[in-house]
């Protein structure tokens, strides 16, 4: 079975600007001695683009089927999931109420008011604040409960979920990338990708082994230490078996994770990661977020020595309207 005909079961809203590039990254790819592509996934067209346009064509897909009037999700609050839910919510006509969970410890006033905040506040969404920044589950609790005076006030509440207890609904987007990737006629040596929900990750990695692709895929963990996510990725790849009602395509030996990047922790930045967005901006006029995409950079710098020569893609998801949530992190003085 195609993966086309898996994915037509499920009801999509093909918003995205689809299919992304693939370029050349040739003077950062010189200076890492490595043949480097990036997969431009940071152009998906909408509300400044990333992964998460193709996760939510399949999720708002499912409220329109529901004819939902409000659309509700969680996330830290420099998410760039939620900023992209409200931007596809608002081309669609509906509501967006986001909560927004406090998952970096003392964050800076700028983190709070400036790169997706104010994007999400010019939106015009509902905002709400949850007190914890690792209980996915009490989260999404909450959501149930937020969506629970929407449908009492008349409305449509549809809820996008966070916690792994949920289908894995928006890996399909990234199933239906990996069918994209074949098509553009380029094979290479290692895919490097960050790995938080690990939709994303295991979407890609779902979808290249139903087409015989055994490139492996190196999740850079940006949330979880590398076992923990192993454990994660696992589960998530059988849980998207169980949705598509097909065979597992995957073994334990495709997981690959690092978390060498990791430190000290989700949305903090560390002079590696800096490193790798300076050096991603200077060399290629590219840019990259302290979060998820400047982790994987780094990444792959620490990994380069072990691949010279190899031919390498950075699978870019977007993120950068988080930079300027963390402009003070960058050290630059007005002269």
């Keep these: 079975m195609t993966i086309e005909t898996l994915l037509s079961q499920f009801p999509r809203a093909c918003m995205g600007h689809l299919p992304t590039s693939l370029e050349a990254m040739p003077n950062l790819g010189a200076a890492l001695g490595l043949d480097l592509w990036i997969k431009r996934d940071d152009c998906t067209g909408i509300g400044m683009g990333g992964n998460k346009v193709r996760q939510l064509e399949f999720y708002l897909g499912k409220a329109q089927a529901i004819e939902a009037t409000q659309v509700l999700i969680t996330g830290a609050v420099q998410s760039n999931f939620v900023r992209t839910t409200a931007a596809m919510a608002a081309r669609l006509g509906m509501g967006c109420h986001i909560q927004l969970e406090e998952r970096v410890p003392d964050p800076s006033p700028l983190y709070r008011e400036n790169g997706n905040v104010l994007l999400n506040k010019l939106m015009g969404t509902t905002l709400y604040s949850y007190p914890e920044g690792e209980d996915e589950t009490g989260a999404d609790r909450r959501l149930r409960e937020i969506a629970k005076g929407l449908k009492n006030s008349g409305e449509i509440p549809f809820i996008v979920p966070l916690s792994a207890d949920h289908p894995p609904t ?148 977007g993120g950068q309207p988080a930079i300027f949530a963390y402009a003070d992190d960058f050290g630059f003085s007005a002269k």
């Design 170 to 317: 928006g890996a399909l987007g990234y199933i239906d990338a990996a069918r994209e990737l074949s098509n553009q006629s380029q094979t290479f040596d290692a895919i490097y990708i960050g790995s938080g929900s690990a939709l994303t990750h295991c979407g890609l990695l779902f979808g290249l082994r139903l087409l015989g692709d055994q490139t492996p895929v190196i999740g850079i963990c940006v949330r979880r230490d590398a076992t923990t996510q192993t454990t994660r990725v696992h589960q998530r790849l059988e849980d998207l078996s169980q949705l598509l009602e097909c065979e597992n395509p995957t073994n334990g030996a495709d997981i690959i994770l690092d978390d060498c990047a990791l430190a000290p922790g989700y949305g903090k930045m560390s002079d590696d990661t800096r490193n790798a967005i300076t050096l991603a901006a200077q060399k290629e006029g590219q840019f990259l977020d302290p979060t998820y995409t400047g982790k994987v950079m780094a990444g792959l710098i620490y990994h380069a020595p072990e691949r010279q020569r190899q031919k390498i893609l950075f699978w870019h998801t």
